[in-house]
């Protein structure tokens, strides 16, 4: 059965610093994508990681992806309070376009 | 381009009582899912389409849970009768349907059942 754990659950910093959320799955899986959401509103598609070694960038955030170590990383750079929100990240089930979630990763960045 | 659109936003209604939940997805997108979202935790599926047809509902509760989708664009999540533990977020989403693809949500039904 493939699991999907995220680490930290809970992350609370100040502004202006640097943080990484990880994302470890159980089986293999080539795609992961990340998600954001805001209190109260839907998810947010952030990254889409397609193939061992993918990064992608946007903005503050950078998203990795080890597939033979079964890890996914978010990079948070100079943590700005506009990014305070759960992140989630989602593994491909493959065969039949499913994600598998994480239990998120909710985002505190104080002033 | 517009985005998953659900209706209603807000439901309140007490146990034993049923619900329906409806959503438009995105013009073209062939894939919707029907996802549970329990506070804090990460979305739970409950039953993916595509097109008209059923791919997967092994996480329906089928004695009180049903979906349909005709004509395979609009869709309607249906619970009765509801229970306590069904309070919850219901997020619809969709997607072309290739492996590519992330998934795009919509606004959500946020169900509380008392």
């Known amino acids: 059965e493939l699991k999907v754990e995220q680490n930290p659950l809970f992350l609370s910093m100040q502004e202006g610093k640097n943080y990484t959320i990880y994302c470890n799955y159980s089986t293999t899986s080539d795609r992961l994508y990340w998600y954001r959401q805001d209190p109260g509103k839907s998810l947010e598609s952030l990254f889409v990681?397609?193939?061992n070694g993918a990064v992608k960038q946007e903005g503050r955030l950078m998203a990795s992806l080890d597939t033979k170590a079964r890890l996914s990383t978010l990079h948070i750079t100079a943590a700005v309070h506009d990014l305070s929100a759960t992140y989630f990240c989602a593994v491909d089930k493959s065969s039949n376009y499913q994600l598998i979630w994480g239990a998120g990763t909710k985002l505190i960045i104080k002033p | 381009e517009a985005g998953v659109a659900q209706s209603p936003r807000y439901k309140i209604i007490e146990k034993r009582q049923s619900v329906a939940f409806w959503c438009n997805p995105i013009s073209g997108h062939a894939t919707l899912y029907w996802y549970q979202q329990i506070l804090g935790q990460g979305p739970k599926l409950l039953i993916q389409?595509?097109?008209?047809?059923?791919?997967?509902d092994s996480q329906l509760p089928k004695d009180r849970f049903s979906a349909e989708r005709l004509k395979g664009v609009d869709s309607t999540l249906k619970i009765q009768p509801a229970k306590l533990e069904d309070s919850a977020v219901y997020l619809c989403a969709s997607n072309q349907g290739g492996w590519a693809y992330e998934q795009y949500f919509g606004p959500g039904t946020r169900l509380t059942v008392t």
């Open positions: 990681l397609l193939s």
């Open positions: 389409f595509q097109n008209n047809g059923v791919v997967d």
